[in-house]
């Protein structure tokens, strides 16, 4: 089962859609309807948050969940769940010196995990005035994605399967998004178990 957290936005349906379109079963929570340990207790095969309105101060239990189940399931955080979990982890959030509503851009990826067998580059719509900052990334933060310009597109924690995307891949002007989703649920089931990673991030961190 996936869960979907819903920061109150219109797009959120259509990521349920494709993912049911995959099979999947997909439950579906508002930002304030659910806690982090009602989730951990669902024992979901992965959790996705949702595009939304706000900033992830706004964003209800989003920030709470990354930081309460990232070393324990899998996450694809999408626009404003994209900021939520940089914020998460401490990034800063800022205003982009832009405004992209309804705009397709480029995205240069470095071809692993969600973006294996996509083009190089892809277009993505994308739907923001906020961006995470890139001179603020935390050290388990690695840059997976980013625009012509140079602003961050995606994130990825370098030791759990955790993952950001600042575009919309479930918009119908994102081509590859279903793709991109698919390989999100691919990569969730061929990658380490959680468990093995607390091991690995344990040592590493001793």
């Known amino acids: 089962m996936i869960l979907m957290i819903d920061n109150y936005d219109s797009f959120t349906y259509n990521l349920v859609q494709y993912l049911e379109e995959f099979g999947e079963e997909v439950?579906?929570?508002?930002?304030?309807?659910?806690t982090t340990r009602e989730i951990i207790?669902?024992?979901?095969?992965?959790?996705?948050?949702?595009?939304?309105?706000?900033?992830?101060r706004?964003?209800?239990?989003?920030?709470?969940?990354?930081?309460?189940?990232?070393?324990k399931i899998p996450i694809l955080g999408i626009c404003l769940g994209h900021q939520s979990i940089g914020y998460a982890f401490g990034a800063r959030i800022e205003?982009?010196?832009?405004?992209?509503?309804?705009?397709?851009?480029?995205i240069?990826?470095?071809?692993?995990?969600?973006?294996?067998?996509?083009?190089?580059?892809?277009?993505?719509?994308?739907?923001?005035s906020l961006v995470v900052a890139?001179?603020?990334?935390?050290?388990?933060?690695?840059?997976?994605?980013?625009s012509e310009e140079g602003e961050i597109m995606g994130i990825r924690h370098k030791y759990f399967?955790?993952?950001?995307v600042?575009?919309?891949?479930?918009?119908?002007?994102?081509?590859?998004?279903?793709?991109?989703?698919?390989?999100?649920?691919?990569?969730?089931r061929e990658a380490p178990s959680v468990q093995l990673l607390q091991v690995v991030e344990n040592g590493l961190s001793m």
């Not at 439950?27 to 659910?34: G, L, R, S």
């Open 27 to 34: 439950q579906v929570y508002k930002n304030d309807a659910i």
């Open 95 to 106: 205003i982009n010196y832009r405004l992209m509503h309804g705009k397709v851009s480029k």
């Open 161 to 164: 399967p955790v993952e950001g």
């Open 166 to 188: 600042q575009f919309h891949p479930e918009s119908i002007m994102t081509p590859e998004g279903k793709k991109l989703l698919g390989n999100f649920l691919a990569w969730i």
């Open 134 to 146: 890139r001179n603020s990334l935390p050290n388990c933060l690695e840059i997976a994605s980013c």
């Open 108 to 128: 240069y990826h470095d071809q692993q995990t969600i973006y294996q067998g996509l083009s190089e580059p892809f277009y993505a719509t994308r739907y923001h």
């Open 41 to 56: 207790q669902l024992k979901p095969e992965a959790i996705m948050i949702s595009p939304g309105p706000c900033s992830p």
């Open 58 to 71: 706004e964003a209800g239990i989003s920030v709470d969940t990354i930081r309460d189940c990232y070393d």
